[in-house]
């Protein structure tokens, strides 16, 4: 059985979350992966965001947090929206006002069928694994990989598991555990790091 596994290395990080914004140029798919990637939300909540969410009309700015009720867990989340967050969605919203497309009631990722729904899961995974293919990852990538790819290079920053696990609102450390996807090259940098 496979499993999701998150994006580790920063190049092909970098490769994959530009091809929709140098090779194949798409502000909506490089708005939903640059989203994925720094809040660590779940595709389901992901495409359930509309602009009202993220855009305050009267002052005319990104909001700086993201105020969101998750699906799953019915738990409510305030997510700090990053520098490259708030690039991604300055630069989509300046193209939705271009193309007639923002209104504040519609979805942040419009179908392009009917623009009054979202995209569906599936189609949020063609977008992903096309990119995850561009950027040479054709193995165990799915929307789930950028929440994956949000916890593993946190963890390696420095963030502890136990805040993780608090960010996940996972119930148990074992999930966050495997989210981290570590692998035996990690744990050999551990031993191999400490001089003692």
């Known amino acids: 059985m496979s499993t999701t596994q998150p994006i580790k290395n920063k190049n092909t990080l ?13 502000p909506r798919n490089y708005t939903l992966i640059i989203l994925g990637l720094n809040t660590a939300l779940r595709i389901s909540d992901l495409l359930t965001l509309k602009w009202k969410d993220i855009y305050d009309e009267k002052n005319k700015t990104i909001k700086k947090h993201l105020e969101i009720i998750e699906q799953k867990t019915g738990k409510s989340r305030s997510i700090a929206l990053n520098r490259s967050v708030c690039t991604a969605l300055k630069n989509y919203l300046s193209f939705s006002f ?4 923002y209104q504040k009631e519609q979805y942040l990722f419009p179908s392009q069928k009917g623009k009054k729904d979202p995209i569906s899961r599936s189609q949020a995974y063609r977008i992903i694994c096309t990119a995850a293919k561009a950027a040479g990852l054709d193995k165990h990538i799915s929307c789930h990989s950028l929440r994956k790819t949000f916890g593993y290079h946190a963890w390696k920053q420095g963030t502890p598991p136990a805040l993780l696990m608090e960010l996940y609102n996972h119930s148990s450390y074992n999930i966050t555990k495997r ?6 090259e990690e744990r050999d940098e551990v031993y191999l790091k400490i001089s003692l």
């Open 98 to 101: 271009l193309k007639n497309h």
């Open 179 to 184: 989210y981290l996807s570590i692998e035996q």
């Open 14 to 26: 970098n490769q994959f979350k530009n091809y929709y914004s140098l090779q194949k140029p798409n």
